[in-house]
């Protein structure tokens, strides 16, 4: 977990011995081969729009496969024969081929070729020109997220797609993201299917260096060929492949520091002291004699002011990244190839406490062979990982929110030791007996680590025994093992916050395979002005795992620390008591699916696209296995009929289009239709029994067995049905491009778990029950332009609107609950999914402001409204009697709103001149709710943010926050927690120049280096220090359909960091 600065640098220099033997010799020998032939061919290529040379054109001799690159210049030098063929070809350009003939000069000029550059995406088994495109499909290049500089290539990806929602579920290194498409469509886990290269994977483990294109396919007729995985979406990512010619090297790296954005505001000691004795004078008591409590002075008498928010966070953390890639090839072969190592900090705590480091390799590589009837290839990564860091989950489970609370007359140091809180004494010596050290307590009970290795990839085989026939076959896999250690050390720092019994080291593994077996047959053809595709295949899965855990709670001395406790190295005596062991079952599923596509198209203005997919999973009983997605769209290029003529001048491209499609979800675990048979800790009464003793005999007691999960053999697939209108354009000439689309998403028979009564005396089972609509619209506009020949720019804004409503639930109230004790102590649930109302709304009591003086209590009794309080007095909360029955209580509860935006929107700018490049990202979400809970009201002596320095003092003080008492009847959950969340944030600002042109080197195609600052302002009217808040990941505890809860929320960093970017 702990890494000395000596150990940092070794693991670097290791890092970069690594890129240079593994890359950098075979690339140099590569960039040395060229075969000498009998003439030398010269030239320049140029851009047939603005005349500029072209850097690294591909030039070949197409008879030997030999060639070379043009330079900054645009001048190429090769070899050849006369007669034979140079091929020139680049990326977004036309290619052209010439045959040599007695001059030693050739000149070139290339066209652009925008269906290569904008026309291309990937769909599902497969590629296709995007004006033929009939569903709703984004896409973000590789260029483009790579220059965001994130861990997380998700992170890069905020702002740039509509109908995307992506949030942070926290600010710690290597922390997950939250993602929903159109929309979040159940309770259970709405991630979307991520597949890298065909085979499903990791998003958050990619390097972004080693992306081509990110596509997204958002409704269900584009993410129908994917069946049962694709009701969340489908998120589509290539990685780089390689390219003829010869081989380029690039090396990317920055080094960053990371600080904090904006910290909460807390009282400071004389602030915090005077509340104490209002609160105290409030409630009927005395204000409190502060000299009997000698612990709050310094040895100079004075009091301590400790921030202790402030002292959680580490100042400069750092972030670095490096990554060398080597791509290249010959007409036959092509490879590409990258290695990388970053690390990242928390700002909470440093390294010691919160950091994550990753390594990735990556290996793509293709064949031809047989004259182009065949090829093979593979694409093949590994990544390690290592992360440490702090609890980042409810009340009770969350390190920074004890900052919140802890009194700031406590020291963080006694004496040079962190400071211990004497509840021992029963003196009143000390203030609080409650009172911790959450710096200490970070920094003493934050030892662990964890470390995961995934290899996952793809080998493959295309044959092409026809023109236009190629059958595919891709065989998957993707193994995952990790092991996590944690060491919880003896410590004590209030009457609760302690570990005094016993050192304990607790170990996990968890090692898991999946493999998918792909087989397609594809065909091409054409009938006079028609053109159809049709493609045919069937997919087999498998997927195995298993987890171990183990504890060792009585270390031998000389073991019990950070550096040598593990579980293997013995108890402190011979009893077996500190020691445990557990695990789950071996986990397996299975799932076969056949799919088919049937596309037409005339003259590519009007154009059908059909899917259908079948998927038989094992997670469902027989009869209930198959599950069916069909999806059918259309579309029509309308610029391309005659009656449109007139519109070509400043009307380049018009396609309106439709679709519908069915998509389905089966993300439970394996064998819910059956019922686990549990032995342990089961004993029942009956006969003569087991034991030693007489006793035990004549009980009866016997060992025993009962279900511990009911079965449900009817549990069924859940589906989701999606309708969707859209159209793309281009205007004057194709500066200007518009995407809109409008959908309806409706998702039924939800996967949940049944409530049932304790009784029972089981597990309850997964049943089909509620649904929800998903209503919304995106629009997506693009403006790119260039002045003169030096200059050009590009705009770019989107948004989305959505709305959801549950329905169907069917239990007698139609109600999903929410979790109870999360906002702080014995507090009850405060968000539900209930029919009619949007998923994970905040479920509390409204207020009309705040009693002012005895004669608006009198009227607000008189006219009929209850009160919560039972002594209410002036300057308590008007709780609104909803039921209006003269009471207020649980009946009286509403609709506070919901922590899912409304709208979200991105917006870009960027600019190149003469090398110099500047851009500017920015992302918002607005129409969103935030619940902050910074505070356990049931501690009377916890601290307050500043903003109780608003409260009520008096008739006309304040109308909003209530008086301060030792009781908590003014804190029952209501809109008095609840926020505005919306927020407009700068994610990025990048400043950066190639100096290729001025070091005129020939090796050197690009060397740009740049400044950027990430996370660079955020405009909101949230107090709190991070308006961006997912809350619960998927998967936890079930909470993954709420967001918007801050109770004491890591916030994402403010990131300056210098790069550079190299060619050769």
């Known amino acids: 977990?702990?890494?000395?600065?000596?150990?940092?640098?070794?693991?670097?220099?290791?890092?970069?011995?690594?890129?240079?033997?593994?890359?950098?010799?075979?690339?140099?020998?590569?960039?040395?081969?060229?075969?000498?032939?009998?003439?030398?061919?010269?030239?320049?290529?140029?851009?047939?729009?603005?005349?500029?040379?072209?850097?690294?054109?591909?030039?070949?001799?197409?008879?030997?496969?030999?060639?070379?690159?043009?330079?900054?210049?645009?001048?190429?030098?090769?070899?050849?024969?006369?007669?034979?063929?140079?091929?020139?070809?680049?990326?977004?350009?036309?290619?052209?081929?010439?045959?040599?003939?007695?001059?030693?000069?050739?000149?070139?000029?290339?066209?652009?070729?925008?269906?290569?550059?904008?026309?291309?995406?990937?769909?599902?088994?497969?590629?296709?020109?995007?004006?033929?495109?009939?569903?709703?499909?984004?896409?973000?290049?590789?260029?483009e997220i790579a220059k965001m500089n994130t861990t997380n290539p998700l992170q890069a990806m905020q702002g740039q797609t509509p109908g995307v929602s992506i949030a942070s579920t926290s600010g710690q290194p290597g922390a997950d993201m939250?993602?929903?498409?159109?929309?979040?469509?159940?309770?259970?886990?709405?991630?979307?299917?991520?597949?890298?290269?065909?085979?499903?994977?990791?998003?958050?483990?990619?390097?972004?260096?080693?992306?081509?294109?990110?596509?997204?396919?958002?409704?269900?007729?584009?993410?129908?060929?994917?069946?049962?995985?694709?009701?969340?979406?489908?998120?589509?990512?290539?990685?780089?492949?390689?390219?003829?010619?010869?081989?380029?090297?690039?090396?990317?790296?920055y080094y960053g520091i990371q600080n904090v954005a904006r910290k909460a505001n807390m009282l400071n000691a004389k602030e915090y002291m005077a509340i104490m004795d209002e609160q105290a004078l409030n409630s009927g008591l005395s204000a409190?004699?502060?000299?009997?409590?000698?612990?709050?002075?310094?040895?100079?008498?004075?009091?301590?002011?400790?921030?202790?928010?402030?002292?959680?966070?580490?100042?400069?953390?750092?972030?670095?990244?490096?990554?060398?890639?080597?791509?290249?090839?010959?007409a036959t072969s092509t490879y590409a190839l990258s290695l990388g190592y970053m690390s990242q900090e928390g700002i909470v705590g440093g390294s010691d406490v919160s950091n994550y480091s990753r390594y990735n390799f990556r290996v793509n590589s293709e064949h031809k062979l047989f004259k182009d009837i065949l090829k093979v290839g593979e694409q093949v990564s590994f990544v390690y990982k290592m992360n440490n860091g702090i609890s980042v989950g409810n009340q009770y489970n969350n390190t920074l929110r004890g900052a919140f609370g802890t009194s700031p007359i406590a020291p963080v140091y006694s004496d040079n030791n962190l400071y211990d809180s004497p509840y021992n004494d029963t003196s009143t010596s000390d203030w609080n007996k409650g009172d911790g050290?959450?710096?200490?307590?970070?920094?003493?009970?934050?030892?662990?680590?964890?470390?995961?290795?995934?290899?996952?990839?793809?080998?493959?085989?295309?044959?092409?025994?026809?023109?236009?026939?190629?059958?595919?076959?891709?065989?998957?896999?993707?193994?995952?093992?990790?092991?996590?250690r944690s060491f919880k050390p003896l410590y004590k720092f209030s009457q609760y916050i302690y570990n005094e019994e016993r050192t304990t080291v607790s170990q996990n593994a968890n090692h898991s395979l999946g493999m998918t077996w792909t087989n397609t047959a594809s065909y091409d053809w054409t009938m006079g002005e028609h053109s159809f595709n049709a493609l045919l295949g069937m997919e087999a899965y498998r997927y195995e795992g298993t987890y171990i855990e183990a504890k060792n709670g009585m270390l031998k001395e000389g073991f019990d620390d950070w550096e040598h406790a593990f579980v293997g190295n013995g108890t402190a005596s011979d009893s077996t008591n500190g020691l445990g062991a557990s695990g789950n079952p071996h986990t397996e599923s299975r799932k076969v699916s056949y799919f088919g596509r049937l596309g037409w198209n005339w003259k590519e203005t009007y154009m059908v696209n059909a899917t259908l997919r079948a998927d038989g999973s094992s997670n469902f009983a027989k009869g209930n296995r198959f599950g069916y997605f069909p999806s059918v769209s259309a579309g029509w290029t309308i610029t391309n009929e005659k009656f449109m003529e007139s519109t070509q001048n400043w009307l380049d491209f018009l396609k309106i289009r439709a679709s519908w499609g069915q998509v389905g979800n089966a993300n439970i675990d394996a064998f819910q239709y059956l019922a686990p048979i549990k032995s342990t800790n089961t004993h029942y009464l009956f006969g003569s029994g087991y034991g030693n003793s007489d006793a035990a005999a004549q009980l009866g007691t016997n060992w025993g067995a009962y279900p511990s999960r009911l079965a449900n053999a009817d549990i069924k697939w859940e589906t989701s049905q999606q309708t969707n209108i859209g159209l793309d354009a281009r205007f004057l000439n194709s500066r200007l491009g518009v995407n809109f689309d409008f959908y309806i998403k409706d998702t039924k028979d939800w996967l949940v778990v049944a409530p049932i009564l304790a009784t029972a005396g089981?597990?309850?089972?997964?049943?089909?029950?509620?649904?929800?609509?998903?209503?919304?619209?995106?629009?997506?506009?693009?403006?790119?332009?260039?002045?003169?020949?030096?200059?050009?720019?590009?705009?770019?804004?989107?948004?989305?609107?959505?709305?959801?409503?549950?329905?169907?639930?069917?239990?007698?109230?139609?109600?999903?609950?929410?979790?109870?004790?999360?906002?702080?102590?014995?507090?009850?649930?405060?968000?539900?999914?209930?029919?009619?109302?949007?998923?994970?709304?905040?479920?509390?009591?409204?207020?009309?402001?705040?009693?002012?003086?005895?004669?608006?209590?009198?009227?607000?009794?008189?006219?009929?409204?209850?009160?919560?309080?039972?002594?209410?007095?002036?300057?308590?909360?008007?709780?609104?009697?909803?039921?209006?029955?003269?009471?207020?209580?649980?009946?009286?509860?509403?609709?506070?709103?919901?922590?899912?935006?409304?709208?979200?929107?991105?917006?870009?700018?960027?600019?190149?001149?003469?090398?110099?490049?500047?851009?500017?990202?920015?992302?918002?979400?607005?129409?969103?709710?935030?619940?902050?809970?910074?505070?356990?009201?049931?501690?009377?002596?916890?601290?307050?943010?500043?903003?109780?320095?608003?409260?009520?003092?008096?008739?006309?003080?304040?109308?909003?926050?209530?008086?301060v008492t030792d009781q908590n009847l003014n804190w029952q959950f209501s809109d008095l927690y609840v926020q505005d969340g919306d927020y407009l944030r700068i994610s990025n600002i990048t400043l950066g120049y190639d100096f290729a042109k001025l070091l005129r080197c020939k090796v050197i195609s690009q060397c740009r280096i740049y400044a950027q600052v990430q996370n660079a302002f955020t405009f909101t009217k949230y107090d709190g220090m991070d308006p961006e808040i997912g809350y619960g990941p998927e998967g936890d505890n079930g909470q993954g359909w709420v967001s918007g809860v801050d109770l004491g929320y890591y916030p994402r960093p403010r990131t300056v960091l210098f790069g550079v970017n190299l060619k050769f």
């Open 288 to 330: 409190y004699d502060w000299s009997q409590y000698q612990s709050i002075y310094d040895a100079n008498g004075n009091v301590y002011d400790t921030d202790w928010v402030d002292t959680m966070f580490k100042d400069n953390a750092t972030t670095e990244s490096y990554t060398l890639g080597v791509t290249g090839g010959s």
């Open 762 to 963: 089981a597990g309850a089972p997964y049943i089909n029950g509620g649904g929800v609509k998903n209503t919304g619209v995106e629009l997506n506009l693009t403006w790119n332009d260039q002045i003169g020949k030096d200059f050009s720019y590009n705009i770019g804004i989107n948004g989305a609107y959505n709305k959801n409503k549950v329905g169907e639930i069917p239990n007698d109230d139609g109600i999903i609950h929410g979790s109870t004790n999360q906002l702080y102590d014995n507090t009850p649930e405060f968000y539900r999914a209930e029919n009619g109302k949007p998923i994970g709304y905040f479920y509390g009591f409204k207020t009309a402001g705040i009693f002012q003086n005895n004669q608006e209590i009198e009227d607000w009794i008189k006219a009929g409204n209850g009160v919560l309080q039972a002594d209410v007095q002036p300057g308590d909360v008007k709780f609104v009697d909803i039921n209006h029955d003269g009471r207020v209580n649980e009946l009286d509860k509403t609709d506070l709103g919901n922590g899912i935006p409304d709208f979200t929107m991105g917006f870009n700018l960027g600019f190149n001149w003469k090398g110099l490049d500047f851009s500017v990202v920015a992302n918002g979400a607005f129409g969103q709710q935030i619940v902050q809970s910074y505070r356990n009201h049931t501690s009377k002596q916890a601290n307050y943010t500043t903003a109780i320095l608003g409260r009520w003092t008096g008739e006309g003080t304040s109308n909003r926050i209530p008086r």
């Open 437 to 484: 050290n959450p710096y200490g307590l970070m920094m003493t009970d934050s030892n662990n680590e964890n470390k995961t290795a995934t290899f996952s990839g793809n080998v493959y085989a295309e044959l092409q025994p026809v023109k236009n026939l190629k059958i595919k076959s891709v065989f998957g896999v993707v193994y995952g093992s990790s092991e996590y």
């Open 178 to 253: 939250k993602v929903s498409i159109r929309g979040l469509g159940t309770v259970g886990n709405s991630a979307p299917l991520y597949l890298i290269d065909g085979v499903g994977g990791d998003i958050s483990t990619l390097n972004p260096a080693d992306i081509e294109s990110i596509d997204v396919l958002k409704d269900a007729a584009s993410a129908a060929i994917y069946g049962s995985a694709g009701a969340n979406g489908v998120v589509l990512i290539t990685t780089k492949q390689g390219r003829e010619g010869k081989a380029q090297i690039s090396f990317d790296a």
């Open 1 to 143: 977990m702990r890494k000395t600065f000596l150990e940092k640098c070794i693991n670097l220099r290791l890092c970069r011995v690594a890129l240079v033997l593994l890359f950098l010799v075979p690339a140099i020998s590569s960039l040395q081969a060229n075969p000498s032939q009998n003439k030398t061919i010269s030239g320049v290529v140029t851009s047939a729009t603005d005349s500029e040379p072209l850097i690294g054109v591909s030039v070949q001799v197409r008879e030997t496969a030999t060639g070379g690159i043009t330079d900054i210049d645009g001048r190429y030098s090769v070899s050849a024969q006369q007669g034979q063929t140079l091929v020139f070809s680049y990326i977004g350009y036309q290619s052209q081929e010439i045959k040599v003939g007695t001059s030693s000069v050739i000149n070139v000029v290339l066209k652009e070729d925008t269906e290569m550059l904008d026309e291309v995406v990937v769909v599902g088994y497969g590629v296709q020109k995007k004006k033929l495109v009939t569903g709703a499909t984004v896409q973000v290049k590789g260029d």
